[in-house]
């Protein structure tokens, strides 16, 4: 089946510590995209990626960093410099263009301790 | 700056009733209209969608009904069920630099049975 694995469900960060955050698809989509979600806030842009080895910044990139070497896969790095981590990251593809909308992974839930 | 306003934050229907969820948009850039719903702990899954030039779109019991110069649209769930209860995010689409998505704060939806 087709779709977009994002690992691990769960992780737990230490104040001062990088983590890092899969995201792999086999849709062969072009386009990958990060996002956190808080509560009551909605659903917010970190980073994008339209083609392999390019990427832009989102609304909140500050404190995050991303690679795209393979077409499936695009990991996010949480480094120390993010002050408030703690968050439900979403990663989704899409074609670009045309009627598509997003196909989501299903999350990870980043906490720091 | 919120670029895709959502209301209301939260709603309650009773089982058969129409919910309603409206959303306003400013920028004209934006060409294509998704509606994603989500359930506690999962990632957003696309509902149904719509193109600017068009006014309204159904599926099911889903509808989008889309206001182009008043800049607004708005879901329509009829005979609304209990396994509708979600959160409901209204989004809109870039037609260019990267097709991101910027996504309303979203309506955390209860029917009660």
């Known amino acids: 089946d087709g779709g977009i694995t994002q690992s691990p469900k769960y992780l737990f960060r230490k104040e001062g510590q990088n983590v890092t955050l899969s995201c792999e698809q086999n849709l062969n989509h072009d386009a990958m995209y990060w996002y956190r979600q808080d509560p009551g806030q909605g659903l917010r842009l970190i980073y994008y990626?339209?083609?392999?080895?390019?990427?832009q910044k989102g609304d909140i990139a500050e404190g995050y960093s991303v690679s795209r070497e393979k077409k499936e896969s695009f990991p996010l790095t949480v480094t120390s410099a993010q002050k408030n981590p703690t968050a439900f990251y979403l990663c989704a593809s899409s074609n670009t263009g045309g009627n598509y909308g997003y196909t989501f992974g299903s999350g990870t839930r980043l906490t720091v301790v | 700056q919120q670029q895709v306003k959502q209301s209301p934050q939260s709603l309650i229907v009773q089982k058969g009733g129409i919910s309603i969820i409206n959303c306003a948009y400013e920028n004209t850039a934006f060409d294509y209209f998704p509606w994603y719903q989500q359930f506690p702990g999962k990632g957003p899954a696309l509902l149904i969608a719509?193109?600017?030039?068009?006014s309204e779109k159904k599926e099911g019991r889903f509808t989008i009904s889309f206001n182009k110069s008043a800049k607004q649209f708005s879901l329509h769930i009829m005979d609304s069920q209990p396994g509708d209860s979600a959160t409901y995010f209204c989004?809109?689409?870039?037609?260019?630099?990267?097709?991101?998505?910027?996504f309303g704060a979203g309506t955390r939806l209860f029917v009660k049975a």
């Open positions: 990626s339209q083609i392999v080895n390019d990427f």
């Open positions: 989004a809109a689409r870039y037609g260019t630099g990267g097709f991101k998505t910027i």
């Open positions: 719509i193109r600017p030039d068009v």
